[in-house]
């Protein structure tokens, strides 16, 4: 049995640990407390000054603008933010919640878990890869397309929450963001290395597949020199937007067919650099993935012209053109983490379950067309399927469209966040406002609205109020008021019938 | 696209290595292969050859794909044939890994592991010429144990590491070493363009000494 040393942390409260290495990373040997609520990571080498500032006010100034205000308490899922600086035996350790369970593989690989990963770290990379995914993970580890766009809204979401505060996390990727494509979570780790604008200087570039094309291009640079560029949040932005694009299509948007240089390493630096190109890219065509190279394995995934990134839906593609075509080479022009965070949102409700049951994806994003079609396994949506367009008040009166459409499915929830255009589906909804509103059923050939808790529901078209308990059927053309307050909204039903 | 990164293991297998020596490379090789295969990015990108040499040098596992690999006993006897495991290592770079052509990406340059606990007994100095004519990324020289000759090492790459001693759990430790390798991390801030020295991996455990 192992000894449990007991030391005082930096803020003067206890910290237990046992003393037995349950993981080393590239720069910490990291133990369990006792209980295994908190690990204690001690860096291997010497800290220096800066780097103990910056720790100090990562755990202390940092985390308390965050954590310490209403609504904080909803942040301790979406990061593992480090609570407490020890120091021991002349090292210098953090004090970190220890990971939730869900982002352990309670399966793992195929065939009885060939590959042993089993109680290991759901690390992006088995996710955000074709091959690793078609080959080797577990069915039931893989999750559908829903719980990547989950995933995609709660990384938008602590992205968006860092930048808020002025912090950059300038190591964004894959390796430090923990995912459970079983539940939709994900969490950002590593926060320690965390750049705050014009205090300190970051220490990494970032992880290969996420650095922006402006540090790779000018890494040959000396420290020092104006033109150098090193991660921010315009970088962070990159980042975030091919995770985003990794985790919904499992290629990379940038690695294509064209050779830069027959120097494997100066071709990596060019591709992801200076001439970096949008595999995508609807007028240049130099960078086009070429099939032939792909192994079995990757496909259909790793082929765009199979799955083009326009399967994610209308506001995601927007976004996309904004961070590949206009914002690759322009940090200016990048979406930042809000603008994915709303478009992840309204693409989720443009989202319909396929009706293939084995279809792998098990869901798509509505493609606008009278005959829908799953684009991943092909099938054909049958039946009727009522898409409402939502509307909203900005004088009295009158209904100009959001911009936004809600698919129905049976069963599926209307909350507040379509009632009222003033509500947004984030960390500020209150308990009031996250409890559901009304569904939607399919009955008897029939699709109704069934009205749980709206006052103000009425059918514009037969005049005639909705009360609390009762249902409204959805016929094609029919307008549905769902609030009077300010910013709420009408909604007009079209019905798209798909015979078969 | 599909880039594949493709590492090297060249083993000594001559007589001093008889013992607990060989079976700890033998064990080391499958630790090895078992971390890779743990790791999303080297299981989707890493390919794993093994050369031997005693008083010849023979391909015992030709790169293969980390699921497939299965590594075969190895036995120790005879002489040091560092040179003609050089050569043919230049040999299989030039056969198993494919060159990036103006149309066609081809692979990661490969890297190169070396272990051995002696002086070589043949022209070593011609194998290393040959080698040098191939675009290869990383070469790691291990000397495992006192007995090996670090000067020749020194002679084929800058990066030399040292075992005090060529026993079970050192071997083990630097096998693991190895593996942390192969998997890519962050890339610091002052790091150049290509991976030359041994500040581009991850620092050797106490168990490995770096020789300058």
């Keep these: 049995m192992a000894n449990t040393v007991k030391i005082k942390a930096t803020d003067g409260s206890d910290v237990e640990f046992v003393d037995t290495v349950i993981g080393a990373g590239g720069m910490k040997d990291v133990y369990f407390s006792p209980d295994k609520s908190h690990v204690v990571a001690f860096f291997?080498?010497?800290q220096d000054f800066n780097a103990k500032d910056r720790l100090q006010n990562i755990t202390g100034v940092y985390r308390e603008k965050i954590f310490n205000q209403i609504g904080g308490e909803y942040w301790k899922d979406l990061y593992c933010w480090p609570t407490k600086i020890v120091e021991h035996n002349g090292k210098l350790g953090l004090v970190c919640p220890t990971y939730h369970k869900h982002f352990f593989f309670s399966t793992g690989s195929i065939n009885n878990d060939f590959l042993g990963i089993k109680g290991k770290e759901k690390e992006g990379k088995w996710y955000a890869s074709a091959k690793n995914q078609n080959k080797f993970l577990d069915p039931k580890e893989r999750g559908d397309w829903f719980k990547y766009f989950q995933i995609c809204i709660n990384i938008s979401r602590a992205v968006r929450r860092l930048h808020a505060a002025g912090l950059a996390h300038?190591?964004?990727?894959?390796?430090?963001?923990?995912?459970?494509?079983?539940?939709g979570k994900a969490s950002i780790i590593d926060i320690d290395g965390l750049v705050v604008p014009g205090k300190y200087p970051p220490d990494v570039l970032g992880t290969p597949d996420f650095i922006a094309p402006e540090v790779i291009a000018t890494k040959h640079l000396k420290m020092g020199d104006a033109a150098r560029q090193l991660p921010k949040i315009t970088t962070d932005r990159h980042a975030l937007a091919v995770m985003i694009y990794m985790y919904l299509l499992y290629r990379h948007p940038l690695r294509g067919g064209k050779v830069w240089d027959t120097d494997p390493a100066k071709d990596e630096d060019l591709s992801m650099g200076a001439k970096a190109l949008f595999v995508e890219h609807p007028t240049d065509t130099a960078n086009r993935v070429k099939v032939k190279d792909l192994q079995p394995s990757q496909l259909p995934q790793g082929d765009p012209t199979k799955i083009p990134y326009s399967v994610c839906g209308p506001y995601l593609k927007k976004l996309f053109d904004s961070a590949f075509i206009d914002g690759l080479h322009n940090p200016a022009a990048r979406p930042t983490a809000d603008e994915w965070e709303q478009a992840l949102l309204k693409t989720v409700d443009l989202m319909q379950p396929c009706q293939n049951p084995s279809c792998w994806h098990k869901w798509f994003v509505f493609d606008n067309t009278a005959k829908p079609k799953c684009p991943f396994c092909g099938a054909e949506y049958?039946?009727?399927?009522?898409?409402?367009?939502?509307?909203?008040?900005?004088?009295?009166?009158?209904?100009?469209?959001?911009?936004?459409?809600?698919?129905?499915?049976?069963?599926?929830?209307?909350?507040?966040?379509?009632?009222?255009?003033?509500?947004?589906p984030n960390e500020k909804l209150t308990a009031e406002q996250k409890k559901r509103a009304g569904y939607f059923l399919f009955h008897n050939n029939k699709w109704l609205l069934v009205n749980e808790r709206l006052n103000d529901l009425e059918d514009k078209t037969e005049g005639k109020k909705i009360l609390i308990g009762q249902f409204v059927e959805l016929t094609d053309g029919k307008q549905i008021l769902l609030s009077k307050e300010d910013g709420g909204r009408l909604i007009i039903v079209q019905l798209v019938a798909n015979k078969r | 696209m599909a880039r594949r990164?493709?590492?090297?293991?060249?083993?000594?297998t001559s007589g001093s290595m008889m013992g607990e020596p060989i079976a700890a490379v033998e064990t080391g090789v499958q630790t090895l292969v078992?971390?890779?295969r743990q790791d999303p990015y080297a299981l989707e990108t890493a390919y794993l050859s093994v050369i031997t040499f005693d008083s010849s040098a023979k391909q015992v596992v030709p790169l293969t794909e980390l699921t497939a690999f299965q590594m075969p006993s190895i036995q120790a006897n005879g002489l040091t044939s560092l040179g003609s495991a050089l050569s043919l290592l230049a040999n299989k770079i030039d056969s198993e890994v494919t060159k990036t052509t103006a149309e066609t990406k081809g692979d990661w340059k490969p890297l190169v592991f070396i272990m051995t606990d002696g002086g070589p007994t043949d022209d070593w100095q011609k194998g290393l010429n040959e080698l040098k004519k191939r675009r290869t990324g990383m070469v790691v020289a291990c000397a495992a144990g006192q007995g090996a000759d670090t000067n020749v090492l020194k002679q084929i790459t800058e990066c030399v590491v040292q075992l005090d001693t060529a026993d079970r759990s050192t071997i083990k430790a630097f096998f693991k070493w190895v593996s942390a390798s192969v998997s890519t991390g962050s890339q610091k801030v002052d790091s150049g363009t290509e991976m030359v020295g041994l500040g581009e991996l991850p620092p050797p455990p106490p168990e490995v000494n770096i020789v300058v």
Excluded at chain 1, 173 to 180: A, H, P
Excluded at chain 1, 385 to 391: G, R
Aim: glycine letters at 4%; zero cysteines; charged letters at 20%.
């Design chain 1, 44 to 46: 291997r080498d010497r």
């Design chain 1, 170 to 183: 300038s190591d964004l990727s894959y390796k430090n963001v923990l995912l459970d494509p079983t539940s």
């Design chain 1, 382 to 424: 049958h039946g009727q399927l009522p898409v409402l367009n939502l509307y909203s008040s900005r004088r009295a009166g009158t209904f100009t469209p959001d911009d936004y459409r809600l698919m129905v499915f049976s069963e599926q929830g209307l909350y507040q966040w379509h009632v009222n255009r003033n509500i947004s």
């Design chain 2, 5 to 12: 990164l493709p590492v090297y293991l060249v083993l000594d």
């Design chain 2, 34 to 36: 078992s971390a890779l």
